[in-house]
């Protein structure tokens, strides 16, 4: 399960959407975040890490993409596993800046 916050462009996150669940990904919502300063996928469940890697790669080399670039960084895996939310496994969000 995806989630996909976005900052101001909602077409970019749209077609996201779109494009992961084209390739059998629950990408289930679209929600704009004020403040979103990075690029970020996110996780709750630090078992979720490779998910969150394999998400990554995924943008950074998808052809299909037919928007942006969409860069992630390392440091932009985001691990909120000590933050005490109670999220399912498996559970993810990407935070898109522009």
């Known amino acids: 399960m995806l989630y996909i916050q ?14 992961l669940q084209g390739k059998g990904i629950l990408a289930a919502g679209i929600q704009q975040v004020n403040g979103i300063k990075n690029n970020d996928i996110r996780y709750a469940n630090s078992s979720d890490r490779s998910l969150a ?9 998808e052809k299909d993409i037919q928007i942006k670039d969409i860069q992630i960084e390392d440091k932009n895996l985001i691990d909120l ?18």
């Open 81 to 98: 596993s000590t933050k005490g939310y109670k999220v399912p496994p498996g559970q993810l969000e990407i935070w898109l800046k522009d």
């Open 53 to 61: 890697e394999n998400l990554r790669d995924f943008l950074k080399t």
């Open 6 to 19: 976005y900052k101001s462009d909602r077409l970019t996150a749209e077609k996201l959407q779109k494009v």
